[in-house]
Each structure stands twice: as structure tokens, then as C-alpha cells.
């Protein structure tokens, strides 16, 4: 494997929203192993917590998750304007979708406070990428929900004018929240694309059917690959795996363990989870269940090449985005404590009761 040294990366990413649009539960459960069971517990966030969170080795995303009451979300647009929105990468909005179609106050503070971010990004960051998170969808009947999210999805766009958006519905719930953030951070990782050739030939080497990588502290997917194009396949099925797996994860690490691999096989097909690279996961789908031990010696000789990849990956720069530095971290360095800081007890819902 290489030992060819990876310089780090960091990108300032702004997560902000009402209060009590989900955004910490969000966060911890996808960077902190807590479950979703585990937000009823938390309390408002208050003012900007600063987190560094560790993705794919070296990585860091420097994440100022906003608190958004009213208060400091003024602060946000005066007196820290330029602390708050200079060298951004993202801004991830977070909209509460229940609360967007049945307030008529949460609709135009999020109105206000939106367009007010897209302003204040067009002035300090004009290269940041915006994604917006219409969150608790499962709060919104099967009914409301096309009009829900066309009728918010027009208004923000509206708001954001020539300012590209990309809006996800989610959930913590289900996979929704997986496939949102693993669009998120893939596209803070310009470089997975270099695995794509890479994982074709891999494909064929071995007779898979599909190969995905997951990054390995979070389970997000990364990149995956198939043998043969099928438009009928379930298109969040990675996703839903991302969410089995976290919690498998979990389980474990209440037990005081961890799992290492994984092998599901039956007279169809056999499915194979192993450990990699030192940041990534592969899921191998495979047509003959009898070849485990030759598919096995196949991705141990793979590793290699992967490995000196991964040092690729991270050298692709992300157009017109600034290298937050440590120079950056000028008032809210107190939260600057890596993943610990994922885990935080503050939060800004409590998201679990008003889904009972």
C-alpha cells in the first residue's frame, strides 16, 4: 500500500436554517454515530458552534452549524457578516417543511433569512455552492408533499435568483438524509470521479455485477459502479445501505465492539463488505456465490492501486473555492475539537416528538 504523504484540505461549510429545522440532529447522526432515536435529547444550538469533521482521511469540513433563532441570525447579517459567509465552500439551508406549509410566520422568516444568506454568500463567497435541505418530510402527508416541495422549492429559487440551488427532500428517518449529505460531500470531493475507471476495470477483473465505495467513518456513498445499466433499479438503494450499516455500526459500538466485514450470500448472488483503503469501504454485488475466496484475493491485490488513488482524490482542488485555513478560525474556536465536536449534546429540535 502507499505511503505517499496527502496533503489535508479543509472547507468552511455554513449550516443554517430556523430554529428547530433539524439541522444538529442531521449532523450528529450522520458525522457522530447517534442514532435518530438519540435528538430528542438535544437543546438549541446558541450562536455559530464551530466543528471540524474528519471525511476520507484528510478532508476536514469546517462546519459552523447556526443557530437560528431569530437573535443570532441577525447578528449573523451585521455585526458577523463578513466572519460568518467569507471563504465559504457550501451553505447547506435547512427548510422545515411541515412548518413551511402550515405557518405563515415560519414561511416568511425563512424567506427573509435565506435570502438575506444568499446575499451576504453573492458578497463574500460568490463561488459557494448552496444546497437546500427540505427536511422532515415525513411530517408532511404523501398528499401535500408534491405541492409542499414545489411550492418551496419555486420560492427559493426565486429568492436566489441567477444563484444555483440543489434541493434534496429528507428525513432522518430514512435514506433520504444519506443520499442528501453524500451529494454534499462528494461534491466537496471533486476527486472521487478518479476512481471511476479504476472500479470498471475492477468490475470485470472479478465478474461483479456492481461495486460501490463508501467512505468509512460515516458510510456515506462515495462512488459506485455497474456492470450493466439498469434504470429500473431502486436509485437510493446504496443510500438505504448507508443507513443499515451506521446502525449496525452503532449496535456494535454499544456492545463495546465493531464490525470488520461482511457477507450475505444465497444460490442468486452474494454480496461482500470488506474494508479497502485506509478511508473506504467496498460493497462488491457478485452473480456467483461460490468465488468468495477468488473475488477476495482479487480486491486484496486492488488495494494497492487504490490506495494511490486515494492520494489522487484528495489533490483535485474544488473550482473557485478557498482552502479554509487555520488563520480563519478567529472567534469560534472553542468547538474546534474534531469528531467530538459532532457529538455535542446541542441541537436545535426535537425533532422525535413532533414526528409521535
Known amino acids: 500500500m502507499s505511503s505517499a504523504k496527502i496533503d489535508k484540505t479543509k472547507h468552511k461549510v455554513l449550516l443554517m436554517g430556523r430554529s428547530g429545522s433539524g439541522k444538529t440532529s442531521m449532523r450528529t447522526i450522520i458525522f457522530a454515530d447517534n442514532p435518530n432515536v438519540g435528538v430528542r435529547k438535544m437543546t438549541p444550538t446558541k450562536e455559530a458552534e464551530q466543528v471540524h469533521l474528519e471525511f476520507m482521511g484528510n478532508l476536514y469540513l469546517n462546519l459552523w452549524d447556526c443557530g437560528g433563532q431569530s437573535a443570532f441570525m441577525n447578528q449573523y447579517f451585521s455585526s458577523q457578516n463578513e466572519q460568518i459567509f467569507r471563504n465559504v465552500a457550501v451553505l447547506i439551508y435547512v427548510v422545515d417543511a411541515k ?71 429528507s428525513s432522518i428517518w430514512d435514506e433520504s438524509l444519506y443520499q442528501a449529505w453524500s451529494r454534499i460531500c462528494t461534491y466537496l470531493l471533486p476527486g472521487v470521479e478518479v476512481y471511476r475507471e ?117 489533490k483535485v482542488p474544488l473550482p473557485g473555492a478557498h482552502n479554509f485555513d487555520d488563520d480563519d478560525d478567529d472567534e469560534y474556536d472553542d468547538g474546534e475539537n474534531g469528531e467530538e465536536g459532532a457529538e455535542g449534546n446541542s441541537s436545535d429540535d426535537e425533532y422525535d416528538d413532533a414526528r409521535d
Open 198 to 314: 479504476s472500479l470498471n476495470s475492477l468490475i470485470h477483473a472479478i465478474g461483479a455485477r456492481e461495486v460501490v465505495l463508501f467512505e468509512s467513518r460515516t458510510f456515506l456513498t462515495l462512488v459506485r459502479e455497474s456492470r450493466e445499466a439498469d434504470p429500473a433499479e431502486d436509485q437510493q438503494r446504496f443510500e438505504r445501505v448507508s443507513t443499515i450499516l451506521k446502525h449496525f455500526k452503532i449496535t456494535c459500538l454499544k456492545m463495546q465492539t465493531s464490525f470488520r466485514e461482511m457477507q450475505i450470500c444465497n444460490s442468486e448472488f452474494s454480496a461482500f463488505l470488506w474494508p479497502f483503503t485506509t478511508s473506504t469501504v467496498a460493497l462488491i454485488i457478485h452473480d456467483r456465490p461460490d468465488e468468495v475466496e477468488m473475488v477476495q484475493a482479487n480486491l486484496q491485490l486492488a488495494r494497492g492501486h487504490f490506495a494511490e488513488l486515494e492520494a489522487q482524490v484528495m
Open 99 to 169: 412548518a413551511i406549509s402550515t405557518d405563515k410566520k415560519s414561511e416568511e422568516e425563512d424567506r427573509t433569512w435565506f435570502e438575506m444568506c444568499i446575499k451576504s454568500l453573492k458578497q463574500h463567497s460568490p463561488s459557494a455552492k448552496t444546497f437546500v435541505l427540505l427536511h422532515k418530510m415525513d411530517l408532511v402527508s404523501n398528499f401535500e408533499q408534491p405541492n409542499v416541495v414545489r411550492g418551496t422549492v419555486d420560492m427559493l429559487q426565486e429568492l436566489a435568483g441567477d444563484h444555483e440551488l440543489t434541493c434534496f427532500q
